[in-house]
């Protein structure tokens, strides 16, 4: 600092290391800022499917990674049990507590047919997400509730895979009917 007429002022730093410090830290700010603002960004545009990009590294013992979409920055990873026999199938996620957001079961079935799907022994409601054999959505049902036992819930077209997953997660995705996913 340095006082001329009793105004104090900051001083330009006069030697190699206290400039080169001073445009550090000027460059640093900068970078800073520029940085943070992308973040928010990146943030305000990936929100609604934020809901996917939780990381839940103990939750991949014995289950597959599946990503829907095509390679974009707002694509969703679930990972996804895979109910493949008639038992596991028939269990799904019925008898657990909850599941995580972005985890779930893939139900994949011996052929296409009108799958349907109920909330028996269910204890927190979901999403169920018919597809084709071509993987592409053709029915959703959101947030189905375990009191709507012994109801069924069916698909409107024929089905290889059903999805199941947490309340929410098909609408903070932004699954729609007609939308692909890659499995």
């Not at 960004?41 to 939780?54: D, G, V």
């Not at 707002?74 to 985890?103: F, H, M, W, Y």
């Amino acid at each position: 600092m340095h006082a001329v007429n009793g105004v104090k002022t900051v001083l330009a730093p006069k030697t190699r290391l206290q400039r080169a410090l001073f445009l550090f830290g000027a460059l640093f700010f900068l970078v800073s800022t520029i940085g943070l603002t992308i973040l928010i960004t990146n943030n305000k545009a990936i929100a609604p499917n934020a809901i996917c990009y939780a990381p839940y590294p103990d939750l991949m013992a014995g289950k597959s990674q599946y990503v829907t979409g095509g390679g974009n920055p707002t694509d969703c990873t679930l990972t996804l049990e895979k109910a493949d026999t008639p038992e596991k199938r028939q269990q799904g996620l019925s008898g657990r507590k909850d599941i995580v957001a972005n985890t779930g079961v893939l139900f994949v079935f011996d052929s296409p047919g009108r799958q349907c799907m109920w909330m028996k022994d269910m204890n927190f409601n979901i999403d169920i997400i018919w597809l084709s054999s071509e993987k592409e959505i053709i029915h959703i049902e959101e947030n189905v509730s375990p009191k709507t036992f012994p109801q069924s819930f069916c698909g409107a077209e024929p089905a290889l895979y059903v999805l199941e997953v947490k309340a929410g997660v098909a609408n903070a995705t932004g699954f729609h009917i007609g939308d692909h996913l890659n499995l």
